[in-house]
């Protein structure tokens, strides 16, 4: 079982910059896959970023390549989204989420199994 908890959103003008950081409770951090989802107002969850547990691999959606950058520091437990040059259409709440493994790209979700409660990033323009 593993218990994510997200920090770091808030208000901020089109254009800025936010870190995102979600810190994982349990003893085998490093043997999870973690990634970042997003819902905005009445649409549905969509996929970010993920980076994977073995070989530090990233993906992110098209929307968000090159703007945002997915990290993990395992001594810490905590994965982080670095989000620069934010638009409007990043607003929503941001989801942490984690699978133990590999990232599944196949599935629904990239298969997460663990979801935080989320943080809600608001960008004005």
């Known amino acids: 079982q593993v218990q994510l908890v997200e920090s770091g959103g808030g208000l901020v003008q089109a254009g800025g910059s936010l870190r995102l950081s979600c810190a994982a409770s349990g003893r085998t951090f490093s043997s999870y896959s973690m990634g970042w989802f997003r819902q905005a107002p009445g649409k549905e969850r969509e996929f970010v970023a993920a980076?994977?547990?073995?070989?530090?691999?990233?993906y992110y959606a098209d929307s968000v390549k090159g703007r945002f950058t997915i990290s993990r520091d395992n001594a810490k437990n905590t994965v982080y989204l670095q989000m620069n040059s934010l638009k409007p259409e990043d607003t929503a709440v941001y989801y942490c989420a984690a699978r133990r493994g590999s990232i599944a790209t196949n599935q629904r979700d990239y298969g997460m199994d663990y979801w935080g409660k989320g943080t809600l990033v608001t960008v004005s323009s």
């Open positions: 980076i994977s547990w073995s070989d530090g691999n990233t």
